[in-house]
């Protein structure tokens, strides 16, 4: 394509402006003031005017040229004098290249570090920790009696996990401080598998506050997507834990992206200055700072944890988590987005599954004969069970009647042992009375025979004693009771 008239000059005259500004970088002797670029620029589209076929177009840029020459004069001046004074070098635009600048841009000053704040000096309600604290030491943390609370990283995304939660919830509450949970939210994952993320580890048995959602990031959402997918992740967490989490942001992000969609939930709003956030809602905790030193109790991050307060009109009782009998019901997304604000299409919703392909007539028939076996298998399995069940009740009822008849003998072995007891006891019955019996009749004998005896050797006495001393001892032997025969007394 050819070039025009006006645009040869114009190039032409920035390669020579070009020529002067680099000129004492090479040493070379041209003059650099009062300089006429217009001749030889003019010669030049003179001369290829000539070696070029002109149309009327080329003479009209011509007079163009002419009426233009004051402002390019003007800047050769300019030009000139930057040159002279020997300023930054001058950005060059050529005809199908983009502006290019030599001069090296100083880097941005860095933000001045904030002195680390004394927990005891300040005042204080609450802290935030994750991983980046390190080890812990809540037993020192609890003597602390400004600290009223403590919200620890649960998880961020969709599987990852704070390394420090288990750690820190257990040791924190086992020295009695109140604790909650958080969860900080990434815009580059669905919120229901985040969803899943924070209640797998969150557990609801170890919450002492109300859950906390951490909102820090948009990219590489809009606003109106973060407030849906936002809207979706609270609606649930509310769901599961009967209550409605916390919403922790800065004051900026809030007014620029949340604003009145999440005006009705407990706000945790950071802000680093003296003065509290003003976001036209009401909001419970402030973090005014993150440089609380806590050297002897914080192990990492130079000791320095994130600091916050109450609003003056707000205390502990408005994060507690109080759960009572709630059942978490099976929620949907779609019935979770239901703000004034919506969109015309929900950002992070779940992937419906894909159709799966409709079976060939192989695979059909193959279907339908796996089928057929698996019924056949079923009816053998169940005949096999009815067998098993009636081979079961048989011998249930065979131990059954095995049972009673095993009583029965037992009862008839109970009742002739009680007979042959009976039997026993009266045969020994009868053994002592007739041994009582005989036991008295030779008593008796005993007593017949030593009467006869006694009475033997009175009558052999008698034979020798004289008829007085008879007549005594038969007179002494009736004193006694015994019965002596008279007759026989006479007889000896």
Known sequence: MVLTGMCKTTIYSLLFTLFLALQPAIGAAVPQTNVDI??????RVKSDKKDTKSTSSDKKNDKKNEEAKPVEKKDEKTADKKDNVKTAPVKVETAGAAKTDTATKPAPPKPKARPALDPGKVQLDGIDVSKHQGYINWNEIKEIPKIKFVYIKATEGTDLVDSRYRENILNARKNGIKVGSYHFLSTSS????????FIRT???EDQDLIPVIDVEKIKPWNSQQLRDSLKVFADLLEDYYGCKPMIYTSEKFFTTNLGRAFADYPLFIAKYSSTPP??????????FADNGVFKSAVKANNGLVDMSRFNKDCNINDILYKPGK??????????AVDHKEKPTTVNMTEEKPKEAPKPSKKQQEESKRKAEKEKKAKERNKKIAEDEAKKKAEADKKAKEKAEQ??????????????????????AKRKAAAQKAREEKAKQNASKGSSKK??????NQSSKLTQSQRNDSIRKANLKGRKTNKSSADND
């Open 454 to 459: 006694t009475a033997s050797l009175l009558s």
């Open 406 to 427: 095993l009583k029965k003998e037992k009862e008839r072995q109970q009742a002739r042992e009680a007979a042959a007891k009976k039997e026993a006891e009266e045969k």
């Open 38 to 43: 217009t001749k030889p620029t003019r010669e």
């Open 202 to 204: 969150a557990k609801r």
């Open 190 to 197: 669905a919120v229901t598998s985040q969803f899943q993320n």
């Open 326 to 335: 709630h059942t978490p019901r099976k929620s949907s997304v779609k019935d």
């Open 278 to 287: 003003s976001i036209g809602y009401k909001w419970i905790i402030w973090q």
